[in-house]
């Protein structure tokens, strides 16, 4: 389907004219960005977040975001341990629908799956809910650096970044959120 120049336009204008989001919602949030795939690319680390933009992008077309239906999670399949897909239902709450095992396994002990950012984070939420509300309330793409302590089959994790992507079946509303994760081990951030 080819795009109208007119969404086009104002899709990026969308973008442009987004006013800044609150501070950090974490002293561990090392940084952010948000808006547009030019303002989040050069920002992203890892394969999986690369890909997982590259194919919201052919989704989305020209619309602002694309849909859920329109997603195949097998085209993201060496990358689905680290996605996650949050609902965002209309009383305002977020509820994990999907949670990969690599995200899973970082949660520890209980699935995260049916449970909300409140009842996962207890008093910390706010850390989880900002993003997700600016993706939400913005209808914008958002990508934050963070440090956190994480050991995974003997390798020491000291951060991860976020990749927050919107869908929604119309511009108007996101009704769902992908997340894609990447971990930084001690090792690989000593040679970056």
Request: hydrophobic residues 40%; proline residues 8%.
């Amino acid at each position: 389907m080819q795009a109208s120049p007119i969404c086009i336009v104002w899709v990026l204008r969308m973008y442009e004219t987004m006013p800044a989001p609150s501070p950090l919602p974490s002293s561990a949030v090392l940084a952010e960005y948000w808006g547009g795939p030019e303002a989040v690319r050069p920002h992203l680390s890892g394969d999986g977040p690369h890909e997982a933009l590259d194919y919201w992008e052919r989704l989305r077309g020209g619309r602002a975001f694309p849909a859920r239906a329109d997603l195949d999670p097998m085209v993201l399949r060496h990358h689905l341990p680290a996605i996650f897909l949050l609902d965002a239902a209309d009383d305002g709450n977020f509820r994990y629908r999907v949670v990969g095992a690599s995200i899973s396994e970082y949660f520890g002990p209980g699935s995260p799956v049916g449970r909300t950012p409140e009842e996962i984070y207890g008093d910390q939420a706010e850390v989880a809910l900002a993003p997700l509300r600016l993706v939400r309330d913005r209808r914008c793409l958002y990508m934050h650096a963070s440090s956190a302590r994480y050991i995974r089959h003997h390798r020491n994790y000291v951060y991860y970044s976020l990749l927050l992507l919107p869908l929604g079946n119309s511009d108007a509303r996101v009704d769902k959120i992908v997340g894609v994760v990447t971990f930084i081990s001690e090792d690989e951030a000593a040679r970056a």
